[in-house]
């Protein structure tokens, strides 16, 4: 009878259609493209990235002694902390992003304020909530460490820095007083400096590039629909079910944002996060990407700066950048991977949400009509199952099963 039942019951779900077959096929780990690595000449150098690894769990490039990047980004945590909103020196208004996958992403950050991992990486040094030291520092700290500056030495040449060039901290973005003794030193010694801080950004560039996006049991079924023998086996009933919701475009418009091998178009869009209102008390404003449209421009370190390694008529993303679409841009947060999502919560830029569930109530609710910016959700009816095997498709993509 029991064998009966769940004979009734397999047979229940028509076949994947020629059309659900495609896109799954889509989301093969086997088509990702290369990783972006156009402006570090070294994102794939062994001793770069071991170089790298080292410097990012190193606490001695704070000012305390006391934080390295793994302190949020923990390696046993998927290199995210599992807090809704990050701790260094200080407390952040944005979530930790695991950096499994973050080599295959054009943008850096949720706005995307950053265009490569290795701009990105000299970011939290001088963040005074992050790591709150400064360049010269970071300097200092290299040359005086002969573990490092050995390293250093033989992946980029002598560094032609004496201690006392060294002495005072100093950085073009720090405190008043770290600004004016950055203003003190000569071109040559700020451009001595400078290189070697995007050196030590691209080591740990080439080092987060090994951190590629884990293989789940949906991948497993993925790859069974490549071969041409789709094993619906490998997921449950409701985790398949949630898997064609989450791809039937008159259903759900998941697919529109989330799609690709990473689940993401890369892109940046706006779901109704952002929060703009002055008058309400407490609020954190976040503006999303239009504040980081103009930071990634101007940006001493982007693809087009001296220290990139990018050719003349490289950069494409900068020059070919969208400046003017400013309602599409406000409170716009960038498409973030699903992969490995169970393993990452809590969820959003902001970490609001602390379950998948509660994600997908996001979706199924009416949006709120926000004061600025455009939300591009559309208000869709899904029932209490549906719900529920939606949910039950993002924990397949967990990276322990
Ligand atoms: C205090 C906690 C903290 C520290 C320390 C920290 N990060 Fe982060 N990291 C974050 C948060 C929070 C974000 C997202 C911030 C945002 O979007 O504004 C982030 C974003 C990133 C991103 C972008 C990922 C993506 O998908 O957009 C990368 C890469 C990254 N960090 C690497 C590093 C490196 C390398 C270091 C050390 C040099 C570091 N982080 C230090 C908390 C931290
Ligand atoms: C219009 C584009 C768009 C559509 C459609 C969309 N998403 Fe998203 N998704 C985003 C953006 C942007 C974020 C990040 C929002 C933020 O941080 O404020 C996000 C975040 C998420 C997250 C949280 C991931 C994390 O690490 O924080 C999950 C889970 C998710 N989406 C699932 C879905 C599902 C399921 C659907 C369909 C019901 C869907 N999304 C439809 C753009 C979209």
Redesign the pocket.
């Known amino acids: 009878m029991a064998a009966l039942l769940l004979l009734l019951a397999s047979c229940s779900d028509p076949a994947l259609t020629e059309r659900e077959q495609r896109i799954f096929a889509s989301f093969s780990l086997a088509r990702l493209p290369p990783p972006f690595t156009e402006s570090n000449r070294f994102a794939k150098n062994p001793l770069a990235a071991k170089l790298g690894e080292q410097l990012?769990n190193e606490p001695g490039l704070s000012s305390t002694g006391t934080?390295?990047?793994a302190?949020?980004?923990l390696p046993h945590k998927h290199f995210a902390d599992g807090i809704a909103k990050?701790?260094?020196l200080g407390e952040?208004n944005?979530?930790?992003?695991s950096?499994f996958g973050?080599a295959w992403?054009q943008w850096?950050?949720?706005?995307g304020r950053r265009d490569s991992?290795w701009s990105?990486?000299l970011t939290?040094?001088e963040a005074k909530d992050?790591?709150g030291t400064n360049r010269v520092a970071v300097a200092r700290f290299i040359l005086q460490t002969t573990n490092y500056r050995q390293q250093y030495q033989a992946l980029f040449g002598e560094i032609n820095l004496q201690p006392s060039q060294l002495s005072t901290d100093a950085s073009p973005i720090g405190s008043d007083t770290e600004k004016r003794a950055w203003f003190d030193l000569d071109n040559n010694t700020q451009e001595a400096i400078n290189n070697l801080f995007a050196n030590v950004g691209k080591s740990?560039g080439a080092f987060?590039q090994t951190l590629a996006p884990v293989d789940t049991r949906f991948d497993r079924f993925i790859e069974s629909v490549v071969q041409g023998q789709p094993d619906t086996k490998l997921l449950s009933k409701d985790e398949l079910r949630g898997a064609r919701l989450f791809i039937d475009s008159e259903k759900t418009q998941c697919l529109e944002c989330h799609n690709g091998p990473l689940l993401t178009n890369g892109d940046f869009h706006n779901i109704g996060t952002g929060r703009f209102d002055a008058s309400k008390p407490g609020e954190q404003l976040d503006f999303g990407r239009v504040f980081g449209v103009q930071a990634a421009l101007i940006n001493e370190f982007n693809c087009q700066g001296r220290f990139s390694d990018a050719s003349n008529d490289g950069c494409k993303h900068l020059r070919f950048i969208n400046r003017s679409a400013v309602s599409h841009t406000q409170g716009a947060f960038?498409t973030p991977t699903l992969r490995n999502a169970p393993n990452t919560a809590p969820y959003f830029?902001d970490g609001r949400f602390t379950t998948l569930q509660q994600v997908v109530q996001h979706y199924v609710s009416q949006p709120a009509a926000s004061p600025a910016g455009t939300n591009e959700l559309r208000a869709f009816a899904l029932s209490e199952k549906e719900i529920r095997q939606l949910t039950a498709f993002l924990h397949a993509l967990s990276a322990d099963n």
Not at 94 to 97: F, G, K, L, M
Not at 108 to 111: K, P
């Open positions: 990012f934080i390295s990047c302190t949020c980004h990050a701790k260094g952040l944005r979530n930790t992003p950096l973050a992403s850096q950050y949720w706005d991992l990105q990486a939290p040094f992050e790591m740990i987060e960038r830029h």
